[in-house]
């Protein structure tokens, strides 16, 4: 029996070692990020500034792959896209069609055989794939595939899906793609490059983001239209959940081949993951949504004080909601070192709130005696919150008031976000109250779920908010729950 058939018949089979996850304190990290071009002399170039503008979607790594009809040429590497590329790298980078991938490692290690895209030669030719999401039941389909003869050069569960493509018995391309996507269980928004074709599939609850638009004649993919500004291109449509689009040279065409499914965007792209001047989920602006959702925490959280600070930069757009709906001035209490490294030597004599300060540094003249309130867009363990709750007073506050625009964090998620298991979440285990006095600050409040949905755009029930209320929209084999270290046996499911 071979491993396409084996998968089907035996969707409970126990996997192998559960992947690694890495951990970094107090924020989710970006998942990852996909870029592709179709049609154009500058493909290369054109992929490392979509790349650029996709940064912080994923800073551990990047790649591009390009593809003159004939070959593949890739160019990848640890660390930030500026410092990976430069014009000698992407002058190899030969053909009209490319594809790219930031990454922040939601399963595999931090390693370059993890790097994506990751490429093969097989029976239909060249084959490169990107993937942003993650795949929940990718350990025990590595496993089955192994067990027939499998060998694989990455930890990255995006590797199962070139191994099933491979393994399909279906006469096309096209069809092993869809074969393969068929068994695997999950987030995935992916840009495939092939010898001919430029091909884009996004999973059928429709998870991450993933856009379609046009760059002169060609056509052009990002998870996000903020890659579209900055080359100029035009958004004309996201990809659909559930669609596949293939472009070639005769043009683009659209396919819907699997079963439709309940819509589940994540509804964390909203509050922290996507650029606030990027447009997703069809053509919804990321920036007045949050101003909206600081604006309906000042309506559920009204506290009085003399100035509203945000958390930069990812709490500026809902501070300033919240300054708007409270009536109360905004101020920039804190300050960013935008030019912090990956890396740091930290002295050996001891620096009040070292860590925190590498970011940020509040500003005494604007904080001295003052009521303040302090808008995030979440907390996740609370160490660096209090921190700076520590930092604001020690700047002579007088009283400090945290507001946080989404819900309490108590659940990881599992369809491409790198979170922090269960028990670190504070969340998840500690009532309001008790993160208050943790943190250590006069007041917390966070905003409530509905109001989170009702300032989202659209319906409440087309969004993702596992994280927030341990609701999975895919519910869980046993043998996923055991390697993914879920032990409830009725955890409750969105569908």
Same mark, same amino acid.
């Given at each position: 029996?071979?491993?396409?058939?084996?998968?089907?018949?035996?969707?409970?089979?126990?996997?192998?070692?559960?992947?690694?996850?890495?951990?970094?304190?107090?924020?989710?990290?970006?998942?990852?990020?996909?870029?592709?071009?179709?049609?154009?002399?500058?493909?290369?170039?054109?992929?490392?500034?979509?790349?650029?503008?996709?940064?912080?979607?994923?800073? =551990?790594?990047?790649?591009?792959?390009?593809?003159?009809?004939?070959?593949?040429?890739?160019?990848?590497?640890?660390?930030?896209?500026?410092?990976?590329?430069?014009?000698? =790298?992407?002058?190899?980078?030969?053909?009209?069609?490319?594809?790219?991938?930031?990454?922040?490692?939601?399963?595999?290690?931090?390693?370059?055989?993890?790097?994506?895209?990751?490429?093969?030669?097989?029976?239909?030719?060249?084959?490169?794939?990107?993937?942003?999401?993650?795949?929940?039941?990718?350990?025990?389909?590595?496993?089955?595939?192994?067990?027939?003869?499998?060998?694989?050069?990455?930890?990255?569960?995006?590797?199962?899906?070139?191994?099933?493509?491979?393994?399909?018995?279906?006469?096309?391309?096209?069809?092993?793609?869809?074969?393969?996507?068929?068994?695997?269980?999950?987030?995935?928004?992916?840009?495939?490059?092939?010898?001919?074709?430029?091909?884009?599939?996004?999973?059928?609850?429709?998870?991450?983001?993933?856009?379609?638009?046009?760059?002169?004649?060609?056509?052009?993919?990002?998870?996000?239209?903020?890659?579209?500004?900055?080359?100029?291109?035009?958004?004309?449509?996201?990809?659909?959940?559930?669609?596949?689009?293939?472009?070639?040279?005769?043009?683009?065409?659209?396919?819907?081949?699997?079963?439709?499914?309940?819509?589940?965007?994540?509804?964390?792209?909203?509050?922290?993951?996507?650029?606030?001047?990027?447009?997703?989920?069809?053509?919804?602006?990321?920036?007045?949504?949050?101003?909206?959702?600081?604006?309906?925490?000042?309506?559920?959280?009204?506290?009085?004080?003399?100035?509203?600070?945000?958390?930069?930069?990812?709490?500026?757009?809902?501070?300033?909601?919240?300054? =708007?709906?409270?009536?109360?001035?905004?101020?920039?209490?804190?300050?960013?070192?935008?030019?912090?490294?990956?890396?740091?030597?930290?002295?050996?004599?001891?620096?009040?709130?070292?860590?925190?300060?590498?970011?940020?540094?509040?500003?005494?003249?604007?904080?001295?005696?003052?009521?303040?309130?302090?808008?995030?867009?979440?907390?996740?363990?609370?160490?660096?919150?209090?921190?700076?709750?520590?930092?604001?007073?020690?700047?002579?506050?007088?009283?400090?008031?945290?507001?946080?625009?989404?819900?309490?964090?108590?659940?990881?998620?599992?369809?491409?976000?790198?979170?922090?298991?269960?028990?670190?979440?504070?969340?998840?285990?500690?009532?309001?109250?008790?993160?208050?006095?943790?943190?250590?600050?006069?007041?917390?409040?966070?905003?409530?779920?509905?109001?989170?949905?009702?300032?989202?755009?659209?319906?409440?029930?087309?969004?993702?908010?596992?994280?927030?209320?341990?609701?999975?929209?895919?519910?869980?084999?046993?043998?996923?729950?055991?390697?993914?270290?879920?032990?409830?046996?009725?955890?409750?499911?969105?569908?």
């Amino acid at each position: 029996m071979d491993a396409i058939n084996s998968i089907q018949q035996r969707g409970d089979a126990k996997g192998s070692n559960a992947p690694v996850h890495l951990i970094t304190p107090d924020k989710f990290h970006d998942q990852c990020a996909v870029f592709g071009l179709f049609g154009h002399r500058e493909a290369a170039n054109l992929t490392y500034l979509g790349l650029y503008a996709l940064q912080h979607r994923g800073q =551990e790594s990047s790649g591009i792959v390009s593809s003159d009809g004939r070959d593949l040429y890739q160019e990848k590497g640890m660390g930030l896209v500026a410092d990976i590329f430069s014009k000698k =790298e992407i002058r190899r980078l030969k053909g009209t069609r490319a594809i790219g991938h930031n990454r922040y490692s939601t399963a595999g290690e931090s390693h370059l055989k993890n790097v994506q895209p990751l490429t093969v030669n097989f029976a239909f030719g060249n084959l490169a794939l990107a993937h942003n999401g993650n795949l929940i039941n990718a350990p025990i389909l590595r496993s089955e595939l192994e067990a027939y003869g499998s060998i694989f050069q990455s930890d990255s569960d995006s590797e199962v899906i070139i191994h099933l493509i491979a393994h399909s018995k279906a006469e096309t391309l096209v069809n092993r793609i869809i074969d393969a996507l068929s068994l695997v269980r999950g987030a995935f928004s992916l840009a495939i490059l092939t010898d001919n074709d430029l091909i884009v599939v996004r999973d059928p609850h429709g998870f991450r983001p993933l856009c379609l638009g046009r760059f002169k004649e060609a056509w052009v993919v990002a998870s996000e239209t903020c890659a579209f500004d900055l080359i100029g291109a035009e958004f004309v449509r996201e990809v659909e959940p559930g669609e596949l689009v293939v472009i070639n040279e005769k043009g683009l065409t659209s396919h819907h081949p699997f079963i439709p499914q309940p819509p589940a965007k994540c509804v964390f792209e909203f509050v922290y993951f996507s650029r606030p001047d990027s447009k997703i989920f069809g053509s919804t602006a990321v920036y007045p949504v949050r101003k909206a959702l600081g604006r309906q925490l000042a309506k559920e959280a009204m506290v009085q004080a003399d100035m509203v600070i945000p958390v930069p930069d990812s709490g500026v757009p809902a501070a300033l909601g919240y300054a =708007e709906g409270a009536g109360i001035p905004f101020e920039i209490g804190l300050t960013r070192n935008h030019y912090m490294g990956r890396t740091f030597i930290e002295p050996e004599q001891s620096i009040r709130h070292f860590g925190v300060k590498l970011k940020l540094n509040a500003v005494p003249e604007i904080l001295e005696g003052k009521r303040v309130v302090v808008v995030d867009d979440s907390i996740v363990r609370g160490t660096t919150s209090r921190k700076i709750v520590k930092m604001i007073r020690h700047a002579g506050a007088r009283e400090v008031h945290m507001r946080i625009s989404s819900p309490p964090i108590v659940a990881p998620c599992f369809y491409g976000i790198d979170t922090p298991t269960k028990k670190e979440l504070i969340g998840s285990s500690h009532a309001i109250e008790e993160i208050r006095k943790y943190i250590m600050a006069d007041s917390l409040a966070y905003l409530s779920l509905e109001g989170m949905l009702n300032a989202a755009p659209g319906k409440a029930d087309s969004y993702c908010h596992a994280c927030f209320t341990d609701q999975y929209p895919i519910s869980f084999t046993k043998a996923e729950q055991l390697q993914l270290g879920l032990f409830e046996p009725h955890r409750k499911a969105g569908s």
